[in-house]
């Protein structure tokens, strides 16, 4: 069931959808959008992969998977052409960052949480991987094993 926070921006209401597909993990799925933050309890996948597609690297440019609680949980931040940043966020001290190795350590500039910050450009990783990762955190809460994971 779709639950949404006390203001949803109209435009962001014909975004979301319903589904039958759940995740057994990820109980809250929460997305910004420029100073408005919309909350779904109990996300299915197809709410999942809606939200991070929605993410444009400006207007909208972070989502957070979670478990009720703040830590742990999984942001996905930036979007659009100049990638995704994918990190997760074990407790308070300990993260891991989503890698792509074929990228350089050059700095690139992203906005990520509504901020333009600089970011090393191996940490711009696609949307297909940005889902992969995503997918296997929603049903287990745990790092997807096939990518390349950096603890921060």
Not at 73 to 94: L, P, Q, R
Not at 120 to 131: F, G, I, Q, S
Request: charged letters at 25%.
């Amino acid at each position: 069931m779709l639950t949404m926070g006390a203001f949803v921006p109209g435009w962001l209401e014909g975004h979301i959808a319903k589904s039958e597909v759940g995740c057994t993990y990820v109980t809250q799925l929460r997305q910004t959008e420029d100073e408005y933050e919309r909350v779904i309890r109990d996300p299915t996948w197809d709410d999942i992969e809606q939200a991070i597609q929605l993410l444009n690297g400006d207007t909208i440019s972070e989502t957070a998977l979670a478990n009720g609680d703040d830590v742990p949980y999984m942001g996905v931040a930036g979007g659009g052409e100049s990638g995704y940043i994918v990190f997760v966020m074990h407790d308070d001290t300990n993260s891991h960052n989503l890698v792509d190795q074929s990228k350089s350590r050059d700095e690139v500039m992203l906005v990520a949480g509504g901020q333009m910050g600089s970011f090393e450009e191996r940490h711009c990783v696609d949307l297909k991987t940005t889902l992969q990762a995503a997918k296997v955190y929603a049903e287990t809460g745990t790092l997807d094993p096939s990518l390349y994971w950096e603890e921060a």
